[in-house]
C-alpha cells in the first residue's frame, strides 16, 4: 500500500519566519502535487512536480521532489498570516488510474 | 477562470434514503472522480471515471455507490442508502491529465 506521511502535522510560527514542510514515502511516485485547503472547502492546487530533483518556485513557496521521487518538501520564505491554511500533499497511485493519495496533512497558523 | 462545481453544498438526509451528489467538471477536462473526507481524516479517492466507465474504484465504494455522466456536463454520485458513517465532505475533481482540479465540495450529514 502506497502511503504519503506529512511532518510536522502541526505547526505554528510567527509572522516572517521560514519552514519546511515534509512528504514521504517509501514507495516511488511518478508526480506529487501539493493542495491548500480552507475549512469547508476543496484542495485547491498549488503545484506539481514530475521530475526527480524538480524544484518549482511559487512567489515565497519553494516545492522540491527528491531525486529518488519518493519525497517532496515545501518550504515558505518570510510566512504571513494570508499563508496559515491546511497543506497537503498527494501523489498518483501505481494503478495509473488516477487515483490520488493523500498525505494527512499540514496545519501552519501564521501569528502576526 | 474554469472551475468544478458542486451542488447541494450542504445536504443533510435520514440514515436508508438516497442521496445523489452533482459536479460539473471543468468543461473540456476526460478524468472524473468523487473523493471523500471524514470531519478530521485524509481525503480518501473513491472512484475514478473515464470514457463512460469506472475505471478504479476503491473499497469504500461498494454496492451502495454509483457514478454516471447523465449527459455531456454533470457527474454524478448515489448513494443508495445511507448509513451514518457516510456522513463526510465529499469532493469532485476533473482532470485534463495528471493535474486534479478539485470544486467546493458537498458536507452530507446523515442522521
Known amino acids: 500500500t502506497q502511503l504519503l506521511e506529512q511532518s510536522p502535522q502541526f505547526l505554528s510560527i510567527q509572522e516572517g519566519e521560514n519552514l519546511t514542510v515534509y512528504c514521504n514515502s517509501s514507495s516511488v511516485f511518478s508526480s506529487l502535487q501539493w493542495y491548500r485547503q480552507e475549512p469547508g472547502e476543496g484542495p485547491v492546487l498549488l503545484v506539481t512536480v514530475v521530475t526527480g530533483g524538480e524544484v518549482k518556485k511559487l512567489k515565497r513557496l519553494t516545492f522540491q521532489f527528491g531525486d529518488a521521487r519518493k519525497d517532496s518538501s515545501l518550504h515558505i520564505t518570510a510566512a504571513q498570516p494570508g499563508d496559515t491554511g491546511l497543506y497537503l500533499c498527494a501523489g498518483y497511485g501505481s494503478s495509473n488510474t488516477g487515483k490520488l493519495i493523500f498525505g494527512q496533512g499540514t496545519t501552519l497558523q501564521v501569528k502576526p | 477562470e474554469p472551475e468544478v462545481t458542486q451542488t447541494p453544498s450542504h445536504q443533510v438526509t435520514q440514515m436508508g434514503q438516497e442521496v445523489i451528489l452533482r459536479c460539473v467538471p471543468i468543461s473540456n477536462h476526460l478524468y472524473f472522480y468523487w473523493y471523500r473526507q471524514i470531519l478530521g481524516q485524509k481525503v480518501e479517492f473513491l472512484v475514478s471515471f473515464y470514457n463512460n466507465e469506472i475505471s478504479e474504484k476503491s473499497e469504500i465504494f461498494d454496492d451502495q455507490f454509483s457514478v454516471e455522466r447523465p449527459d455531456g456536463s454533470n457527474f454524478t454520485l448515489k448513494i443508495r442508502s445511507t448509513k451514518l458513517e457516510d456522513s463526510a465532505m465529499y469532493f469532485c475533481?476533473?482532470?485534463?491529465?495528471?493535474?486534479?482540479?478539485f470544486g467546493p465540495g458537498t458536507r452530507l450529514t446523515v442522521l
Open positions: 475533481a476533473s482532470s485534463e491529465e495528471y493535474e486534479q482540479f
